[in-house]
């Protein structure tokens, strides 16, 4: 993977940039609340530079990558989690994966998405339409992926989200996910929240959970102004009595690579990759959907696979 670089050259740069994006853990009212919160600013904006995106493109797509990381906050080791959306309007679709060690990665299936007048408000329903939204988990002990759908009720990530969890795995979730834009367009900041009412809580902290959340100020805003995660914590949770459990790095990252894209090209049929020889262009690019980072091969590479000589 290649990211274009945002923040520096320099090493000093880049960790000063990096150190701000991270997931933080903690519970309320004494383990029965069970939340998460990301800064994630500096991933949204190389997710945007990377995959090109205008506004409305990375606000989509940056609650997407937001989610699954915060989907994530209880995974351990090598387990991750599939967010996946398919349906009828503009956006026709996205895919993120997230795993334990606080990678993210994915793409919209339709860029730019269409749009025939500019943009009044953030309601992004009108451009998820109908549709399905699907949750994979691999954990690390289990024989085989599981697998969660439901039917987009809102044309809202957060929400649709809460309905999944909700009704797929009857624990009730709320998000909160924001993304704060400059008046030229540029992220300032990007934040999420996710609160889990855990088995054995009274029926208040229930009713309680989505006002909690519906209440809250704009966490991207907020990080926007320079307002730390465990402040936010502490000041918006404060009754609840907050208790943080730990925190880790949250990063764009994709494990591609030239070597395996070209693993790839060698599962093409040999007629195929005949006639990408003979008819180019060259160099031939590949792009790789979940970071867009390009791959190029020349004529003599495809010669060589072809022939099967590394």
Known sequence: MLKKKLYGNDLKGQLRASARDRLYHFTLSGGMIRGAVLHGTRMVNEMRANHGLGILETLVLGHAYMAGSLMCANLKGDERIGLKIDCSGPIKGLFVEANAFGEVRGYLKNVPIPIEKPLEDFDLSPFFGAGFLSVTKTFR?????????????????????????????????????????????????????MLQVMPGADETAVDNLETMVSDLPSIGTAFAQGEAPKTLISNSFKVLNPQLLGDHRVEFMCHCNHDRVENMLELLPKADLEDMLQKGPFPVEIKCHHCATPYRFEKEDIARIITGHR
Do not use: H, R, W
């Open 141 to 193: 002990d289990a024989k085989q992926p599981f697998t969660g759908q439901v039917q987009l009720m809102y044309g809202n990530i957060a929400k649709d989200l809460a309905y999944y969890y909700l009704t797929s795995e009857q624990t009730p979730t709320a998000f909160n996910l924001s993304i704060k834009f400059d008046s030229e367009g540029n992220v300032t900041g990007a934040g999420g929240l």
